[in-house]
């Protein structure tokens, strides 16, 4: 864990708390649009008085213990440097059983399965939410319900085009406007409270308990849409890292949950005086002429929580790419002040196709239900997981306490995970197909990298008795300093030996340099390098970065120019041997993943790019691999 950090002023925590509420909660906080109607609309639970209060009483429990007392009192602790998310969790599970290899590799694989099926709920998120937004307009304006799906179309195209151009001004308002769904979220619910006062009773837990007691089948199979009311749980721990644990915990019990709570209960309350509501309680809450700026204020609510899903889609490519799990890809940065201001074109025009697609297969917000739940249940559960091997082994608390700290929550997640998996068929396997379709292109990179890197080392030669080799007839040196990018430290670069056998020269001093991504998020410019002298102005040099650096070559070896390292501007060349992968029959992978793996090879972003390097003195030399 991170040593703690400096209290922050209050000016701080409260801008910070503000901003946690447009990014962490923009999601969880537009589940009221479609999470209770959901409970009821396939006919399993009827809109009687017990039941009403059975089902607040489900959700408000459910809210207690996954929100508050799962992620914001135990998950936030878990911290990786400051970072959260499952790519930080994975790092700080796997490194804490780094001496056990086979639960290693068990965890790694769990992990990869958790951040592929991430997508999945990447594309059903935007869409349920705003479809649900708009769909509003069947409430206030009947006669243009025919342009529900149009309208909905055309906010998310928007919403994919503006990303290129950065978020950071837009941003601001985000918080702003959250806050005042918030606040509207209480006044809608309140006045039915006051209404109906006796809707309160759900708060007590005997209700939840009489209700699956009486109906447990039914019960067990409304839990598939009760769980929709905690779908932005993960994101309070994936932005831990932005804002902290204070104020997310802050804006948590200060506004959310209270907002969130009041709105069920007036719903419920609304159903008691009227089951026909149903069609659509939280709009039917609203006065009529309220309606319409309401589904304006939701659509702009939906977006901001669609927003800040893309965000975290890129967020985590990112890291995924630095980790070794994904190819390089091109990433843009659009803000010179913030580095977490990213672009990814591939993954934000992959997300827009599935999820126009989504909306057109299934074109309305309850459909979309039954295929929202079993990713969120799925990555819950192995978040739960991993928690247990963290505070076990990483934090070395005694067994029982782990088993109990974990266990109750694992049988909860587990519970809810079972209950979506009655939705596979009507539109669960939706986010299953994309998740596993990732899960197979994370997996094969992975394992294709590492057949590489073997027969790579199979063929290479050990650097330093090349050097020796070579300098028992020096060849020409001519002046300047040549950078050679090496996978694998202590290996002769193919460049080099290229580079001999055809131009028969060498530079007047020799970088050979790897470069390595930790299992941490962050790396600072203390440790970012480490040196090596080989002799003969030759030099093997390793830089260390987190998988949340950018990685920047020429910047970081600036740092041994007070090692007496030259590396002048226009007199540094860069090497880099670019491998062309052969698949072939019989070896490594099944032939089709070979083959897999090869065309993403081909197409990944060039190395230059990904490190930063200068264009204009960057040389590729190619070799084939076959593996």
Not at 50 to 71: A, P, Q
Not at 107 to 118: H, I, P, R, Y
Not at 223 to 234: F, K, M
Not at 397 to 417: H, K, N, S, W
Request: aromatic share 10%; glycine share 8%.
């Amino acid at each position: 864990m991170a040593p703690p950090a400096e209290k922050p002023a209050p000016g701080v925590v409260a801008a910070l708390t503000l901003g946690a509420l447009g990014v962490v909660y923009g999601d969880i906080g537009t589940s009221p649009l479609y999470a209770l109607k959901e409970v009821f609309h396939g006919g399993h639970v009827a809109v009687t008085r017990e039941n009403v209060l059975g089902v607040l009483s489900l959700i408000f429990w459910t809210i207690t213990v996954i929100v508050s007392l799962k992620y914001v009192l135990l998950i936030l602790r878990a911290d990786n440097n400051g970072e959260g998310g499952l790519i930080a969790m994975l790092a700080l599970a796997t490194t804490a059983v780094k001496d056990r290899p086979p639960l290693r590799r068990a965890l790694m694989v769990v992990g990869l399965f958790g951040t592929a099926v991430f997508y999945g709920d990447g594309v059903i998120t935007p869409a349920i939410s705003v479809l649900s937004a708009i769909e509003g307009l069947r409430v206030a304006a009947p006669a243009l319900e025919h342009w529900v799906i149009p309208l909905t179309l055309i906010v998310l195209t928007l919403l994919f085009a503006v990303q290129r151009y950065g978020t950071g001004g837009i941003g601001k308002t985000f918080g702003p406007i959250t806050l005042v769904w918030f606040i509207a979220l209480v006044a809608l619910g309140l006045p039915h409270i006051v209404a109906q006062p006796s809707v309160l009773a759900a708060l007590n837990p005997m209700h939840a308990i009489e209700f699956a007691v009486s109906y447990p089948l039914v019960t067990f199979i409304a839990l598939g849409a009760v769980v929709l009311v905690v779908t932005g749980g993960e994101a309070l721990y994936a932005d831990l890292g932005h804002f902290g644990k204070l104020p997310i915990r802050i804006a948590w019990y200060g506004l959310v949950m209270p907002a969130l709570v009041i709105n069920y209960f007036g719903q419920g309350a609304m159903l008691l005086g009227d089951a026909q509501a149903i069609e659509n309680p939280f709009y039917l809450m609203a006065p009529r002429w309220a309606q319409l700026p309401l589904v304006a204020l939701a659509t702009a609510a939906t977006v901001i929580a669609s927003q800040a899903l893309i965000t975290a889609a890129f967020s985590v490519t990112k890291q995924a790419i630095q980790l070794g799990l994904l190819p390089r890809m091109n990433i843009l940065h659009t803000s010179v002040r913030d580095t977490g201001q990213i672009y990814v074109p591939f993954v934000n025009w992959s997300l827009f196709v599935f999820i126009v697609l989504a909306v057109m297969l299934f074109k309305s917000s309850s459909n979309l239900a039954a295929a929202y739940g079993i990713a969120v249940t799925l990555d819950m559960s192995i978040t739960t997981v991993m928690t247990f091997f963290v505070i076990r082994y990483g934090w070395r608390y005694p067994l029982a306490l782990c088993v109990a700290a974990t266990g109750f929550f694992f049988v909860v997640d587990i519970t809810f995970f079972l209950s979506n998996m009655l939705k596979l068929a009507s539109g669960g396997w939706f986010p299953l197909l994309i998740g596993g379709g990732m899960f197979t292109l994370m997996l094969t990179w992975k394992q294709g990298r590492k057949l590489v890197s073997d027969r790579l080392h199979d063929d290479a030669i050990e650097l330093k008795g090349f050097l020796d080799a070579v300098f028992v007839s020096p060849p020409t040196r001519v002046p300047g300093t040549a950078v050679f990018l090496v996978a694998e430290s202590g290996l002769t670069p193919n460049a080099l030996m290229h580079n001999l056998k055809h131009n028969k020269v060498l530079h007047e001093h020799n970088l050979f340099v790897t470069v390595k991504h930790h299992e941490v998020p962050w790396i600072g410019f203390d440790r970012r390098v480490s040196l090596e002298a080989l002799g003969h102005d030759c030099w093997q040099v390793t830089l260390n970065f987190g998988f949340k650096n950018d990685p920047d070559v020429p910047e970081a070896l600036q740092l041994l120019a007070d090692r007496g390292i030259p590396l002048p501007d226009m007199d540094t060349s860069y090497f880099l041997s670019r491998d062309i992968v052969m698949p072939s029959l019989g070896k490594g992978m099944a032939l089709w993943r070979e083959k897999l793996f090869a065309s993403m090879h081909r197409n990944a972003a060039a190395a230059a790019d990904f490190l930063n390097l200068p264009n204009n003195r960057v040389v590729e030399l190619g070799a084939k691999v076959e593996i």
